[in-house]
């Protein structure tokens, strides 16, 4: 038979009263997680950064595709649009990404 393990932390994966280790709250975590308000505050921080910089690079793509590259082609035209905007979605995702994961 085998015997049980004599733990100092018998409920490891439970919820425990512990501290944020952002903002140093007592609150049911697990060890190591953070409070809804940290993770809503760097869910603010990360959008706001993520719509920032995505406006910044997307208006530079596309000032360079209007006066560098655009073609008479409304094929063309069409594409580049679609480029734009698909540029804007995946640089807010990964600087979203990035800043969300610099914050923790």
Do not use: K, Q
């Amino acid at each position: 038979m085998l015997r049980r393990r004599n733990s100092p932390t018998p409920f490891a994966g439970v919820l425990v009263e512990h501290e944020c280790p952002r903002c140093h709250r007592a609150v049911e975590l697990p060890l190591g997680a953070l409070c809804r308000s940290c993770v809503a505050e760097i869910e603010r921080r990360a959008a706001r950064w993520g719509n920032r910089i995505s406006l910044v690079t997307t208006i530079v793509l596309a000032v360079y595709m209007y006066f560098f590259r655009l073609s008479p082609d409304p094929t063309a035209r069409l594409v580049s649009a679609m480029a734009i905007v698909i540029w804007f979605a995946l640089s807010n995702i990964v600087v979203r990404r990035a800043v969300r994961e610099l914050m923790r």
